[in-house]
């Protein structure tokens, strides 16, 4: 009896935990498409055209000073975000529902939300950190310098999100 509680209460934590990729991806959406104008014109054509980056001349070849381009690219990623967040409320309506039922059940709801730390990971890491961060060189622009520490903040959350999930010590009921 004593373990049948154990376990429903390690289910019920990693649904819990699960619930951070949800909130970050849905919550991303939310808070883009509310102030899709302002957040183009004071973090993502700043980053794409390389306004306001001490970088030198022979770097600023990659700059995209094109308005369309920075809707386009703030959309994928808001449409990346989403789907994240899509994803692990998904995993988190699963594990909710099958908290009571078999290992196997459980655990295939508890794989999709560590698919999507495993998405949220990527999309922080790779678009923000990487290509924001080091193509784009946000970290030689004064206002955009919390890029790649907001990124990295996001992407070790969501990998510690991952490992607890994935490594749980599940099976001991």
């Given amino acids: 009896m004593a373990e049948n ?3 429903y209460c390690n289910r019920l934590l990693q649904t819990g935990l699960a619930l951070i990729p949800a909130c970050l991806g849905l919550f991303a ?5 509310s102030d899709w104008h302002g ?11 390389m306004a306001d980056n001490v970088a030198a001349d022979t ?12 809707h386009l690219a703030y959309g994928f990623v808001t449409l990346l975000e989403l789907c994240m967040g899509l994803m692990a409320a998904y995993a988190v309506t699963g594990m909710a529902r099958h908290c009571r039922s078999t290992f196997a059940k459980f655990r295939q709801y508890s794989h999709i939300a560590c698919l999507a730390c495993m998405f949220g990971a990527f999309i922080y890491c790779f678009i ?3 290509i924001g961060g080091d193509w784009f060189l946000s970290w030689k622009n004064e206002n955009l310098m919390f890029l790649q520490d907001d990124s990295l903040n996001y992407a ?3 990998v510690i999100v ?3 999930l994935r490594f749980s010590d599940e099976e001991v009921g």
Wanted: charged share 15%; with cysteine; proline share 2%.
């Fill in 5 to 7: 509680r154990l376990v």
């Fill in 29 to 33: 959406f939310i808070n883009n498409v």
């Fill in 39 to 49: 957040t183009v014109e004071r973090m993502v054509l700043p980053l794409l055209s």
């Fill in 59 to 70: 770097q600023g070849w990659r700059a995209l000073d094109i308005r369309f381009l920075a």
């Fill in 128 to 130: 923000f950190f990487t």
């Fill in 156 to 158: 070790t959350v969501l």
């Fill in 162 to 164: 991952f490992l607890c």
